[in-house]
Structures are given as structure tokens and as C-alpha cells.
């Protein structure tokens, strides 16, 4: 198993993700929502249709915890599930390229889609669950869909506490990157200046420069100093951003802030670009679909989002010619491309063009052909905001994203193969085909896991049944890594000390496996598999194959 790497002066941008969806029940109006029941259902659903390792605890009453509630770990690509304040939270594999992160996103979005399909299989007409791919639900609620990346601890601390042009630099570039980060939408919410229609619905819900916190007073720059890894490693968590559903949107989303923080890492941020007031910037900036409006930088210039993008583009574009992505960045050449040729069109008010790329130009020209057809509608009227909400559906069936992509009128950027690859195995750079590898030996034996450790239970002969093996390595525990002693060993046992898995005390009662009807404390896991499958490798004929038995946040 590597180790983690000493003093890293740079570090490949690895990217993690986790999304909440909105969720309810159609129809059904509670004083306190329904999104309790909806996520509930779902999480349930997504046992049902997938191999996980975990359970859905079935108690009636209310999870004390309800921030991080009956995770589910992914055995088929190493990402999680779980319940996060009632909603639905996705949290995707470990990736170190751009294109992969767009390929497990819309796997993932696949795997939702089945489980929400299986819940409503089992519901009556009038009460179907619906499942929203966005960031706010219309009535002053928002909900993340948050990126991870890695950083040095170096670069997280001059960022955070040491350099505080580090931090204008990406406070401003985060304000004026929702030209392609944000979904679209209709109208205001949390008290914000009004608006008929928004680039961004983060927009009125970030209300300060920079905050550990992510359920209120959001910032723009998330403080929150949680690893997730071992040595001199750090992850700076994004809040700001919004869910897209367009690959090209989604593929600049996670390439371009890669890019930035790369640059931030090698000290090469320019102060030139730094606004005066990120915050006002960012406000104004979302209420402008025109792309017309200025903000202030420090030196008095007064700029559009996309001239400010530009003047990133061009600082990546020196840096990249020096070979600073080299290493950092996989294909940081066809992100710039991308990103050139979106700001260009922008530039240029090519919305045609845009609407196969980015997520808010694509809602607003829906919208905008609604407009011209039912001449009696306006930008208050319900039915628009409904066909807002109808966008970011997850049901193919009724997701208006979903009909365009069906017809071919959005870009396909990263191949089918390739989304279906990583809805079924995990991507082999990262820990998370360790991690995944050790959920399919362990089935049953799984007691605990976490993104950088897995502790199995072993049998009560033991003088020690506990084992951990730890993954304090994002890039380590790979394919390379772990190949080897998985291919050679004949027993769970036997893989494990070969992994080097260390000895743990028995833990308290409280800490471990619970029966299925209990509530999950923080933290904890299952190693029972409540209505799910254990994937279970086997030595002999078909050995180094699988068969089926029948972090965080908001």
C-alpha cells in the first residue's frame, strides 16, 4: 500500500463530489415537508438496485444525527450514499480527471434514477416521489452539490490563513465562474434584490467572504479544514457552485477550478484579478443574463464576468505554456480549449451555441419559448417556476434536461462507455478501487468504513477480530497497489495481512454493528446488509473476477 507522499510541493487535482437532491412527495403538503419520507424511500429503493454495504434503519422516529444518516457504501465504484437534513446526498468516487468526473456524475445520476424508479414502483399514483437535480426548491431553501479537491497543506494554508491575495484571487475567480457553474433560475429567495431570472441559484444563499459553515450564512470560501487524508495533505471543500446537468457546463465546473488551484498551489495567482467586493459582485452578476453588468476590482477597473474569466483564461494559459499542469492536470490542453471557446461565446452572445453547453442558457431558452407561446404567462407566474423546477427533474421521463439530451441537442463530451464503466467500477488512480475492492472481499466482514480507512470484524476466535486497513493516501490503494495481493490471496485473512491491516482494540458496544431497526450514530456503520447484496470474491475458477450473492456536509 503507498504511502502518503512527503512535502509535496504539488499535488494531481484528485476531485470528489457530493450532491444533495431535492426530494418530496407529489402532492402531499406537511407543516414539516415530506422530504423525510422521499429521501427515506429512496435511500431504501437505492439498496434494492445496487449492491451497497450498509442498511436503511427502519425506526419511525427521527434520526438524532440527521447530517450524516445510514450511509451506504458502493461496493460496483466506490462512491456513498447517504441522508443528509432530509435530503438524498450522492457522493461520487475519487477521480483525478475532469472527464471522469463527469462520467461518474452522470452514472451516478443513473444509479438515482433506478432507485427512484424502484420506490415509485411501490407507491400509489398520488403519492410518486419526485427527485430534483438542483440547488434550491423555490421556498428560501438551498441545497448543495458541493466539489472536493486536494491541495497541499502548504496551498490550503497560505490560502486559508497565510495570503490573503490566495484568497481574493479564487473568492473572485468562484463569483465570476457561474457563467458556466450555475443551473438557472426563476425569481429570488433568502431576501436577495429581486430578479426576474438568475445565472446561479447559490447566488442568494453565499452572504460571506469565507466561513467553515454550509447550512447557513453560507460563504463563498469554504474554511472547512477536514482532509480526509493522511500527511501533508488537504482538501478544500466548494459550496458555491451549483449542480449542472450539461456535460460541457459540468466538465468546466470541476476542469477550470483544477486549473486555478493549480495555479494557486504554485504561487502564481495574480493580484490584477482580485475584486473589490466579491460578494456584491457575485449578486449582481447572477441577476444579469445579458452578461452586461460590471464589478469593481481593487485596482478601480470595472469588469463583465466574462472579462474577468478571460483574464484567468489568459493567466492559465502562461502558466500552462511553462508545463504547470504537467502532472497536476490530465488533458488541462482541452479544458483551456473548452474554456476559451465558452467565454468566446459568451463574448459574443452566441446562445444558440451555448444552449448545448451550459445549463442556465439552456433553461432560459425553454423558458423563453414558453414565454412566446402563452403570451398570459409572465416571469411570476407559477407555471414558470414550475417548468424551472421541471428542468432539474431526475425522472427521464419527465426531467425537461433529459429531453434534450435524448434528442441530441446537448454536447456529449466524455463517452457512453465510459459513464457505464463508472457506474460499475471504480476509476483505478484513486483509493477509491481500493476502497471498492475491499467492500467486495469483506461483504459481511465490514464493520466500519470510511473514506480513508475500512475496519472489518473477523471471527470472535480472534484475540483481536478488529482489523483496519488505512487509505491516508488519496492517490494511493489504486489498481497497481492493491492488484497484487488480491490476486494472491485465498481468504479474507490472508488479504489483509497482506494489505499490512493493523489490529484494533474491540471497540465500545455503542460503536459497533447495530441491528437493522436502530438509528445510525455518526460515523458508524453496519456490517449486516439489510435487503442488499454482498459482493463476494472468490479464489479458484474465475478468480480475480466478482460475483453477486443473492463526508459531510449540508
Partial sequence: MSAVREAPQTVPKLCGADVELGNFIAGVERPAGTGREA??????????????????????????????????????????????????????????????????????????????????AERPADRRIEALVNN?????????????????????DNLIERKPHHLAYLAAFQASSLLYTGQGKV?????????????????????????????????????????????????LHVISFDSTLCQGASLLRVGVLQLILAMLEAGAA????????????????????????????LDGRAVTAVELQLGFLENARRFGE????????????????????????????????????????????MLERALRQRPELDWESPELKYLDQLYASLDPGTGLYWAWERAGL??????EERIRQLGEEPPQDTRAWGRAMLLRAGGQAVDRVDWDYVRFRLQERSRTPYRRVSLPDPLGATRADFAPALAEADTLEELLQSLGAAPEPTPPEYLRAKPSHAPLEAGC?????????????????????????????E
Fill in 39 to 120: 429521501s427515506r424511500a429512496l435511500l431504501r429503493a437505492l439498496a434494492s438496485v445496487t449492491p451497497v454495504v450498509g442498511a436503511v434503519p427502519d425506526a419511525p422516529s427521527r434520526p438524532l444525527n440527521r447530517m450524516d444518516w445510514a450511509r451506504l457504501h458502493l461496493p460496483a465504484n466506490g462512491g456513498c450514499a447517504y441522508l443528509d437534513l432530509d435530503h438524498l446526498e450522492l457522493c461520487l468516487p475519487e477521480v483525478t480527471s475532469a472527464h471522469d468526473h463527469v462520467a461518474a456524475w452522470h452514472a451516478m445520476l443513473r444509479l438515482a434514477q433506478a432507485a427512484l424508479r424502484a420506490a415509485n
Fill in 136 to 156: 434550491s426548491d423555490g421556498r428560501g431553501n438551498s441545497y448543495g452539490g458541493h466539489l472536493n479537491l486536494l491541495l497541499t497543506r502548504a496551498a490550503w
Fill in 187 to 235: 425569481g429570488r429567495e433568502n431576501g436577495a434584490p429581486p430578479a426576474r431570472y438568475q445565472l446561479s441559484q447559490r447566488a442568494d444563499f453565499i452572504e460571506m467572504l469565507i466561513g467553515p459553515q454550509t447550512t447557513c450564512r453560507r460563504p463563498l470560501v469554504n474554511s472547512r479544514d477536514e482532509p480526509l487524508a493522511g500527511g501533508p495533505l488537504a482538501r
Fill in 270 to 297: 495574480e493580484l490584477r484579478l482580485a475584486l473589490d467586493d466579491p460578494l456584491a459582485a457575485l449578486t449582481a452578476w447572477s441577476r444579469d443574463p445579458l452578461l452586461e453588468t460590471r464589478a469593481d476590482l
Fill in 322 to 365: 511553462r508545463g504547470g499542469f504537467d502532472g497536476v492536470v490530465p488533458r488541462a490542453g482541452d479544458i483551456l480549449a473548452l474554456w476559451e471557446d465558452t467565454l468566446e461565446l459568451l463574448s459574443r452572445r452566441e446562445w444558440s451555441s451555448l444552449t448545448r453547453r451550459l445549463d442556465w442558457v439552456l433553461k432560459l431558452a
Fill in 410 to 415: 446537448v454536447d456529449a463530451l466524455v463517452p
Fill in 525 to 553: 456503520w453496519w456490517s449486516e446488509l439489510s435487503g442488499a447484496h454482498a459482493i463476494v470474491r472468490r479464489k479458484g475458477p474465475g478468480a480475480g473476477e466478482t460475483s453477486t450473492n443473492g463526508e459531510e456536509d
